[in-house]
């Protein structure tokens, strides 16, 4: 028989588990919330754009917010231009 009492003790404890698990990766290096924020942006604007049509893929993507410098080697800034 469920009982709700006992339902969420065990919850809770995986809960607990799972945060000790976490806690032991923690605190992230300076190094490593770079990677982590480089990564992040990378992701977020490579989606934005396929939302809105561009054909260009996450290696692309990386490589133009990396370099600054387009797929054809064309300079961003001489793009905008």
């Known amino acids: 028989m469920f009982s ?6 065990n919850a ?3 809960a607990h588990c799972s945060q000790n698990r976490n ?3 923690r605190p992230l290096s300076k190094q490593q919330v770079r990677q982590l924020e480089k990564e992040t942006r990378i992701e977020h604007v490579w989606s934005s754009n396929a939302i809105e049509g561009n054909h260009l893929d996450r290696f692309e993507t990386a490589s133009i917010l990396n370099t600054g ?3 054809h080697g064309a300079s961003v800034k001489d793009i905008k231009h």
Do not use: M, N
């Open 12 to 14: 809770a404890s995986a």
């Open 4 to 9: 709700a009492k006992r339902g969420y003790a």
């Open 23 to 25: 806690g032991q990766f």
């Open 69 to 71: 410098v387009t797929v």
